[in-house]
């Protein structure tokens, strides 16, 4: 054949030829590749942003017209800002005080799905104990936190409402013990040199703590059931002015949290697609050693993606009651837009556990 049975007429007299349209042409060689929306998520490469890892890896992201950009933050509360100016669309965010104050000065943002909770078997942020205060006996029940020195991450933090639960659970008040703020990496020096005596520590920082012999659970019970620690933001210009990339990206989200909660069995990552979950997790986050997933209590999440109401009206009493929250008023439903959610699972059907 010649250069000259290329040409356009030629090729489609040929096609014709064959019994074949055009159409079949262009998809074949198609004239140039669809244009991929833009979406930029705010990430803190902790593991319960894994639904995003999920999304990216598996394509499910591309599978929706999207290039999500995952651009590293050292913190939740470092997104706020970039979020409400629109540099951000999405951003993971703890329920902390943070939070509502920034809603409160003004920054227009929204709770759209969850994105870490504790449940039974999947207490992913605990109540620990100095083993030695526990081998003494100076530990046994809740009630004798009293007088001890307990870490938490923040002021304001979800952590902070969580020891207030254990206090409570106890017959104590917050001013029956000493508060200090710690990173959950810090708790572990904080007790090797014995410098707290309890904490609640989230993952993997607490399996660590247990797994060296410093501390260990204070509580046979979950103390803080159904606490809503993670959330998925949404900014004001993501809901308002990319409506629909938005409602694409909420479907790529929940098929990911989905097929996490596939890999999840019995309080641990050790379900049939586990090995693909955790080696997604060592692929993405700053810890590569595959065995610390395999070990650590991982963090429950709703299939559909709800949050958790309760909890946070919970927590908001809480951070009233502790004088964390600034003066202008926000409650808990004028920052939760559940709509995303609620479409995504229209069109993705029931969630139905795969492989048990």
Known sequence: MTGDFLTSGKRTEFLRALGLGTGIFMLVFPLKAAE???????IARTSTDVGWFIADKNGYFREEGIEAKLIPFASAAQMIAPLGSAQLDVAGGTVAAGLYNAVGRGINLKIV????????????????????LLA????????????????????????????????????????????????FPEHLIAYRNKAIDASITAEPSATRAIREGLAVHGSK????????????????????????????????????IRRYNDALLNGKIAGPNSAEIISILTEYTDIKDADVYREMTPFAINPDGQVNMVSLRKDLEFF???????????????????????AAVRDLGAYQKRGQ
């Open 113 to 132: 799905a969850d994105k870490g909770s504790v449940k039974d078997g999947y207490e992913f942020s605990m109540l620990l104990v100095r083993k030695d």
């Open 36 to 42: 991929m929306a833009q979406v930029s998520v705010g």
């Open 221 to 256: 019970e979950v103390v803080y059931p159904d606490q809503q620690t993670a959330v998925v933001l949404y900014s004001d210009n993501f809901i308002s002015q990319r409506r629909s990339i938005a409602e694409k990206f909420m479907r790529a989200y929940i098929r990911a």
């Open 320 to 342: 009233h009651e502790r004088n964390y929250l600034t003066k202008v008023p926000v409650s808990v439903e004028a920052v939760v837009d559940e709509s995303f959610i609620q």
């Open 136 to 183: 003494s006996g100076r530990y046994k029940t809740l009630n004798d936190l009293k007088g001890m020195k307990i870490a938490v991450a923040a002021r304001g933090a979800g952590s902070e409402a969580s020891m207030n639960e254990a206090l409570k659970k106890g017959g104590l008040s917050y001013d029956d013990v000493e508060v200090t703020y710690l990173g």
